[in-house]
């Protein structure tokens, strides 16, 4: 009954159109949009995911719509666009990359300083030759990821990553690692004088209205949250590393809904504002979404944020080298295309109730639907109204 559950719920579910500005043109390819529908669906069916949140935005015009259940087990619950998710990854690039760019921008933390500089623990063993901007493009030549295990504690923790020796010389290698996220979280809390969690919700959330985005949700936001995994109790960040580390980490643990990343990711396409407020600078934007990384280096990155790498499914195929993204690992995608004033995002608990959930493959499929979705179409095309 579980596994019917969620497809029924999707077949169910009735788009929703919004945010029309009046005197846009119709923005979306009403085959593209069925299409999208369709492969989230099918997804669902084939048990890649119990559910998910579609938000596809163009030129201020948006298509959003919730398929699934948000929960199967012990009890069947539908997915709803309210649905508040553990995005993993993604609170690498809304959280912690910008508020080191805030702090780059008031001349408090510098790119090509060493990260001895603001963390002076992390030292020795190569690790002083290290700098922010390696941590940001993860060229840092630190391992993925601190190994399962180890006491409990915020600082325990720290102090294990500032043990970690490079395997390999700084801008050498791309290597995606949480380790290079952690160090920028905490200095974050260093250089500010605030913990991470603290500095996004009064610097970050709070400016952009983002109501609904924060590190350690309350008991009283449970029936919203989006579960994980079995093991996992709901509201917890599932990423074990941040477990240990109370919930605020650099590289995971944040939570937040579609319509609060769709803010986000307008902000982005509004060069750092979004309606009367300024966030970051643009050249700060241009700074972060364009490429940064060694040019003798394959995979090409952003600071923090994805453009082309081993890593950019869901660019999909259609979306140009230099449109950027991200994606987390519970489920979630980001992707905007500047050139063509376009955002997409889809958010699932994939590992729910376990880690046998994958949309990879379906991650790549939206983002190519999405680009195709974009263009001139005839008076059927969903987002047509004033």
């Known amino acids: 009954m579980n596994r019917i559950l969620p497809v029924f719920l999707a077949l169910c579910a009735f788009p929703i159109v919004a945010l029309a500005q009046q005197g846009t043109a119709p923005a979306f390819r009403p085959e593209k949009i069925r ?5 989230i669906t099918q997804a669902i069916a084939d048990g890649k995911c119990p559910g998910g949140v579609l938000w596809l935005e163009h030129a201020g015009t948006a298509y959003h719509r ?7 087990e012990p009890t069947g619950e539908p997915m709803t666009e309210e649905t508040i998710f553990d995005v993993a990854s993604l609170t690498k690039v809304i959280a912690t990359t910008t508020a080191v760019m805030l702090l780059v921008e008031k001349e408090q933390v510098k790119l090509a300083e060493k990260v001895q500089t603001y963390l002076p623990e992390f030292t020795g063993d190569g690790r002083e030759k290290i700098t922010v901007r390696q941590l940001l493009t993860h060229t840092s030549g630190l391992r993925p990821d601190l ?3 180890g006491p409990p504690g915020y600082e325990a923790t720290l102090d294990r990553v500032f043990r970690e020796r490079p395997t390999a010389a700084p801008d050498t290698a791309f290597r995606y690692s949480d380790l290079n996220f952690i160090l920028l979280g905490a200095m974050v809390a260093r250089v500010s004088g605030k ?10 959330f709070g400016p952009l209205k ?3 985005t924060l590190f350690r949700p309350p008991a009283t936001l ?5 579960p994980t995994t079995r093991e996992t109790p709901r509201g917890l960040v599932h990423d074990p590393t941040a477990q240990l580390m109370g919930g605020v980490a650099g590289h995971a643990g944040l939570f937040t809904t579609v319509a609060d990343l769709a803010r986000f990711a307008r902000m982005l396409l509004g060069r750092g504002s979004l309606e009367s407020v300024h966030l970051l600078l643009p050249e700060t934007v241009q700074l972060m979404t364009t490429v ?5 280096l394959a995979d090409r990155r952003g600071l923090g944020w994805d453009i082309d790498s081993r890593f950019s499914g869901p660019r999909g195929t259609v979306f140009p080298v230099g449109s950027y993204g991200h994606t987390g690992w519970t489920g979630g995608s980001l992707w905007i295309d500047p050139a063509s004033e376009t955002f997409v995002i889809f958010l699932s608990n994939r590992n729910h109730p376990t880690e046998a959930g994958n949309v990879i493959k379906l991650w790549k499929v939206i983002g190519t639907l999405a680009a195709e979705a974009v263009g001139k179409g005839g008076k059927e095309d969903v987002g047509g109204g004033k």
């Open 147 to 149: 190994p399962p295990g």
């Open 66 to 72: 919730a398929y699934g259940s948000r929960c199967v």
């Open 195 to 204: 913990p991470l969690n603290e500095f996004c919700a009064e610097r970050i």
């Open 210 to 212: 983002m109501s609904d």
């Open 35 to 39: 299409e999208l529908d369709a492969v």
């Open 222 to 226: 449970r029936g919203r949250i989006a």
């Open 292 to 296: 940064q990384s060694p040019a003798a």
